[in-house]
């Protein structure tokens, strides 16, 4: 180590620090311009629904609906259009005939899909254990890609298990249905041409003028039809059988006996209300 008193030595002590703020400056330098670099990367990626269509036509996407999608007969959808009344989206569910709060961790449990995909199921004349891979879709909502808004349509009970609301989907393709306007559209003519109904709810007046006034027919699905009259049937239709009639006719009786019978919470007038709007007589 140098002597205090050599030439220069007191001006390389006060460097030291100098080189090492140096460094730390040189180095928070780098770490910002990499930070704005990758910020910079992130905010020029496209939308992924533009950069799907750079490599897929949305006709494509279509023939894939087209070719594996299970709709529910018309002539079932006469039978009983709403099958689980007493259930919407986010209805709290009650066990032991209607008479105590079912708990989830302590919480009062709510309704996701489960009865929406039950009356879907057995619309189909399937049982919930032999369709893996498949996805219960409503046709008519509130559009929301991000999943943000309350979806008013389905927390309605008139449209959350109605059997002409839904559609059952391979599950990846869901996806599509959840986040592609036009896919959305399409779905939503050829269910209205296929029931000869529409969902009116009010929140769905622009929903309804979209395909009023559509005019796109370049990826619409030939076998589909495009209004009442047509006399097409989309190639999935499930033919009414013995056994969705006979699942139709026992859920009705069992809500004319829940009507007597079940426990203080089964929620009645809201019930009859739902059955009273399709004309169900009870």
Known sequence: MGSLFEPGYWMSIAAGPLRILTAKNLLLDNLNKNVVEDNLARATLPDGL????????????????ERTARWVDPATFRLL??????????????????????????????????????????????????????????????DDALFQETNVVVQDRRFFSCVGNMVLLPTPLKAFTDTVPEVKAMIRICARALYGWHCDHESLVETVAVIDRWDDWGAYPVSWPRGLGDGKLPPGVVPLNNDIRNDAVRRLARIRQDLEDAGPHYPRDQVRE?????KVAI
């Open 50 to 65: 533009d950069a799907l269509r750079v490599e897929m036509e949305l006709g494509d996407v279509m023939r894939l609906i």
């Open 81 to 142: 259009p709403l099958w689980y009344p007493e259930y919407a989206r986010k209805c709290l569910f009650y066990k032991e005939n209607w008479t105590a709060p079912q708990l989830n961790k302590g919480e009062h449990k709510q309704e996701g899909n489960t009865y929406a995909n039950r009356a879907l199921t057995h619309a189909l004349g399937l049982r919930s254990d032999n369709r893996p891979n498949w996805s219960c879709c409503h046709i008519w909502g509130v």
């Open 274 to 278: 739902a059955l009273a709007y399709w």
